[in-house]
């Protein structure tokens, strides 16, 4: 029982160069959302989605894109990295249904961008 | 204005006495979520508990329990018994809208409190 996984779990990069961080759950949960966590800021929505092919922004959208092809998969990309990006990435899921069910979330990827 | 609000940066417990850990929230909705996630120095976030705001009782999960009083909108997490395991950062998140469909993917987290159990 995998759950939400996270890949990679470290990664450095240099200012400008782009990459992709991958999610994927197996629960078949319509909901995916990104997180990023930075020091004394607690978690901050980057985008989620409800469900294959729709996607939204959340709080801090600028500068990473996502898309949702398939219900397992919810991919962040970003375009140019900057070092204002350096910060710990949390892919979450969760059931199509309103109200407890919990978010589950990846163990998260460490990005340094120098 | 901050949603979610957790004003104790840190704290220090005697191992086995009882903890709260304090969260304040703000929202118009009346239909609303209220969870606890546990984040240990390994990195995940575990969920520990929520709290509906149309729930009449306060959620218990084993030692974890939710004060909840609507009215000051604040939902303090308690637990008993503490254990050195529990030394952790500790988050308040609300999930709001819950009448939408829309809703359930976005949570809102506050800044978190970091427990520190003393043997």
């Known amino acids: 029982n995998a759950g939400v996984t996270q890949t990679p779990k470290f990664q450095v990069l240099k200012t400008g160069q782009s990459m992709t961080l991958q999610c994927a759950q197996d629960?078949?949960?319509?909901?995916m959302s990104w997180y990023r966590q930075d020091p004394g800021m607690g978690l901050r929505l980057i985008h989620y989605s409800v469900g294959a092919g729709i996607t939204d922004q959340g709080e801090v959208p600028n500068g990473y894109n996502v898309s949702r092809s398939t219900t397992e998969d919810f991919p962040l990309r970003l375009l140019s990295a900057a070092p204002s990006q350096t910060s710990v990435y949390f892919c979450?899921?969760?059931?199509?249904?309103?109200?407890?069910?919990?978010?589950?979330f990846g163990d998260g990827t460490r990005l340094s961008i120098l | 204005a901050q949603k979610i609000t957790q004003t104790q940066p840190g704290m220090f417990v005697q191992e086995k006495e009882a903890v709260t850990l304090d969260c304040t929230y703000d929202?118009?909705?009346?239909?609303?979520?209220l969870f606890w996630y546990k984040q240990p120095s390994s990195g995940e976030m575990i969920f520990l508990i929520y709290?509906?705001?149309?729930?009449?009782q306060n959620a218990t999960e084993g030692r974890y329990s939710l004060n909840f009083q609507k009215a000051r909108k604040s939902a303090n997490l308690v637990i008993s018994a503490s254990q050195l395991g529990d030394s952790a950062m500790y988050f308040c998140a609300m999930r709001e809208d819950l009448s939408s469909n829309f809703g359930n993917e976005k949570l809102t987290f506050g800044t978190g409190t970091r427990l520190t159990i003393i043997p």
């Open positions: 929202t118009s909705d009346q239909s609303y979520g």
């Open positions: 629960m078949n949960h319509e909901y």
């Open positions: 709290q509906g705001s149309y729930d009449e």
């Open positions: 979450a899921s969760s059931y199509s249904s309103r109200g407890q069910q919990p978010q589950h």
